[in-house]
């Protein structure tokens, strides 16, 4: 079980990665069209008009999928931002159960926004919603890309706070090293 989940939240960020590239290509492309229109200009007094059809669209559709795919490899990876001042100052027994508080925490919060964006793909396909602009894309299709990413960031934690519950400790809630924080240990 361990390497399946283990696996599911590196495709996820290889996925949140490949959002990324597409969103360098997509603004690569339109750029390099905005200056081929700008050289023709200046050198023929005439424009192509090139441009790559709601190209702003689909880099916030990517945007938003990186965003969402990339949640649970940094949850499992402990790259989150995480508020540490009272945490350091805690006995381990105690940071061992705010960490299990934390864990339910976000647990509760991720099945909510997970089923939030479910119902909301499902809404957008079931009325047929489509994005405005020259591209007329089904809304379903971004959201439901949320909404899978959302579903794996559950999942990544539920299962640490399985982990909390079993062993006392996970990998997503490693307490920082003090040389990290700017604190002398004593």
């Given at each position: 079980?361990?390497?399946?989940?283990?696996?599911?939240?590196?495709?996820?960020?290889?996925?949140a990665?490949?959002?990324?590239?597409?969103?360098?290509?997509?603004?690569?492309g339109?750029?390099?069209?905005?200056?081929?229109?700008?050289?023709?200009?200046?050198?023929?007094?005439?424009?192509?008009?090139?441009?790559?059809?709601?190209?702003?669209?689909?880099?916030?559709?990517?945007?938003?999928?990186?965003?969402?795919?990339?949640?649970?490899?940094?949850?499992?990876?402990?790259?989150?931002?995480?508020?540490t001042?009272?945490?350091?100052?805690?006995?381990?027994?105690?940071?061992?159960?705010?960490?299990?508080?934390?864990?339910?925490?976000g647990?509760?919060?991720a099945?909510?926004?997970?089923?939030?964006?479910?119902?909301?793909?499902?809404?957008?396909?079931?009325?047929?919603?489509?994005?405005t602009?020259?591209?007329?894309?089904?809304?379903?299709?971004?959201?439901?890309?949320?909404?899978?990413?959302?579903?794996?960031?559950?999942?990544?934690?539920?299962?640490?706070?399985?982990?909390?519950?079993?062993?006392?400790?996970?990998?997503?809630?490693?307490?920082?090293?003090?040389t990290?924080?700017?604190?002398?240990?004593?």
């Amino acid at each position: 079980m361990r390497k399946s989940l283990d696996l599911l939240y590196k495709l996820s960020g290889a996925g949140a990665a490949l959002s990324l590239i597409v969103i360098v290509l997509i603004l690569f492309g339109q750029v390099t069209f905005n200056i081929i229109d700008y050289v023709a200009h200046a050198l023929f007094n005439q424009r192509f008009g090139l441009l790559i059809p709601s190209y702003a669209q689909f880099s916030g559709y990517a945007l938003g999928l990186a965003t969402f795919l990339s949640l649970a490899s940094a949850l499992r990876h402990h790259a989150h931002i995480r508020v540490t001042l009272l945490e350091l100052r805690f006995s381990s027994s105690l940071r061992r159960w705010s960490h299990t508080l934390v864990a339910l925490l976000g647990v509760l919060v991720a099945i909510l926004i997970s089923y939030s964006l479910i119902e909301l793909t499902i809404d957008s396909w079931r009325w047929n919603n489509t994005a405005t602009g020259l591209v007329r894309t089904p809304l379903w299709m971004p959201q439901a890309g949320l909404a899978l990413g959302s579903v794996i960031f559950s999942i990544a934690c539920i299962d640490t706070f399985i982990e909390m519950l079993r062993y006392g400790r996970s990998v997503a809630l490693v307490t920082p090293d003090p040389t990290e924080t700017g604190e002398v240990p004593e």
